[in-house]
């Protein structure tokens, strides 16, 4: 029998995983150590913070800001096409097949889908797609950035989030 918390694991949102995922501590200690090239690009879902840059709300057209969010899309667009083609050749990993396992050992189901996948590449192996029920399933890619701000709730600046908002600055800035 499945314990509740464990219940709850299974139907998490990505945000829900992101705060109790071991991956936000360590990128926290890597940036207050002084290694800051190392972020991880979000969407507008989740907080920004200088190891995890989120796109600009409300930009103006041809804007730094603008393109800053246009090649950060770019990128995450290639990482949602790469989940998608996963999910494809690995069905076991599509939206409404959740792995029915502890979070470790479901790690361990990804790795091994990703790593059957390189060699899949490596060989030459074709993708498969399966045409007849392809059309139209959301694989988690999105062409358009989609904002989700309330106008109406206050504006909560924290320390993190205004150095998360520096350095996206200065990458718009500097390139």
Known sequence: ML???FREALMSHDAHIWRTSNV???LTNLHQNGHKRFFLLGDSGYPLRPWLLTPFLNVNPGS???RFNSRHNSVRSLIERCNGVLKMRFRCLFKHRALHYAPLKATKIVNACV???NICRHFNVED???E???AGLD???YNDLVYNQNPDEPLRVDRDLLNGRRFRQNIVETR
């Open 3 to 5: 314990t509740q918390s």
């Open 24 to 26: 936000q501590p360590l």
């Open 64 to 66: 730094p800001e603008e």
């Open 115 to 117: 790593v059957l996948h």
């Open 128 to 130: 498969f797609v399966d």
């Open 132 to 134: 007849d029920n392809a």
């Open 139 to 141: 694989f988690g890619i």
